[in-house]
């Protein structure tokens, strides 16, 4: 909710710098809770006050709340944020089921509109402090929230783009997986793009199994999904076209001891930049040499 500076200076003018805070506390906790509890011993605990404190303290912050600790300016809010709620779920199912789910959505919405507009007079009503937000964050007037009635309208504004999202990856992956990743990936706060969906599906379809590469992408936390790190799990590569049947199908182990020449060749096709290795002093590539490496080079390095 925002913060009304002129109307909270206003209420609050008369408050000492304890009962400023104690006032915001109570009124954050009315806000997430939806009300405040009776007992004055539960109040003061919720205010950070003794009970010497709330005691000197309770008449004057008393007089900011109807009876009961009822406060008319919160209750109103919450209703209009709850009826803005309920037209972001009306919309978001229509985008979803399309034209199946329109009549019901334009009914949840235009009821929601016309509560909201109820709520928004009773709020201008009983004018009073009611902060939601930080300071930093605070804002002079909510924004006007428009829906619209028309369908075609709502979906052409839409953004098709997590459609595409999971299409690009249900082109490599089963429909519970290609799922699954979007959610993980919501869940790690960095939400897939389209372009970031698509490179993602290329590294998935390197290897042979591309559902248990998403699992062991989802299981060990990364973002995204590397064809060598697939293959140090145990993964096998996908055979490269025209090539079936190569050393790329299941791999090559390497290491510095047994075949440095190969080793050195990765390295310098890396940038220079020193290879991984698994706890054996090894590391499994595509192939022998990198693909870079000319028909010479592999002569000379056989």
């Given amino acids: 909710m925002p913060l009304y500076v002129a109307d909270y200076l206003a209420s609050t003018g008369h408050l000492s710098a304890a009962e400023n805070g104690a006032y915001l506390l109570l009124i954050m906790h009315y806000w997430q809770n939806g009300g405040l509890p009776g007992e004055d011993r539960r109040l003061a605990r919720i205010a950070r006050m003794s009970p010497a404190e709330w005691e000197d303290s309770r008449d004057v912050l008393a007089e ?153 992408m989802i299981l060990r936390g ?25 050393d790329a199908a299941s791999g090559v182990r390497i290491s510095p001891v047994d075949d440095p020449e190969a080793w050195d060749a990765w390295r310098q096709a890396r940038g220079g930049k020193p290879l991984p290795t698994d706890k054996t002093g090894r590391w499994t590539v595509p192939t022998r040499l990198p693909p870079s490496t000319t028909q010479h080079e592999r002569e000379q390095a056989a």
């Fill in 64 to 216: 900011l709340f109807e009876e009961g600790w009822v406060h008319k300016r919160i209750e109103a809010e919450l209703k209009v944020a709850a009826e803005i709620s309920g037209q972001a779920r009306a919309k978001a199912v229509r985008r979803w089921q399309g034209p199946a789910a329109d009549a019901g959505a334009n009914a949840v919405a235009d009821a929601g509109a016309n509560a909201a507009a109820d709520a928004g007079a009773d709020a201008a009503a009983h004018a009073g402090a009611m902060p939601g937000q930080m300071p930093g964050q605070c804002q002079s007037q909510s924004p006007t929230t428009t829906v619209s009635n028309d369908p075609v309208v709502v979906r052409a504004k839409a953004p098709p783009e997590h459609v595409q999202i999971l299409d690009c990856l249900k082109s490599v992956l089963s429909d519970e997986r290609a799922v699954g990743v979007i959610a993980h990936r919501k869940k790690l706060k960095k939400p897939l793009t389209l372009h970031a969906a698509r490179i993602l599906a290329t590294e998935l379809a390197s290897v042979t199994e591309p559902d248990k590469a998403a699992d062991l």
């Fill in 222 to 246: 990364w973002l995204g999904f590397c064809a060598e790190w697939g293959v140090n799990a145990g993964l096998t590569l996908a055979s490269p076209p025209g090539q079936p049947g190569s």
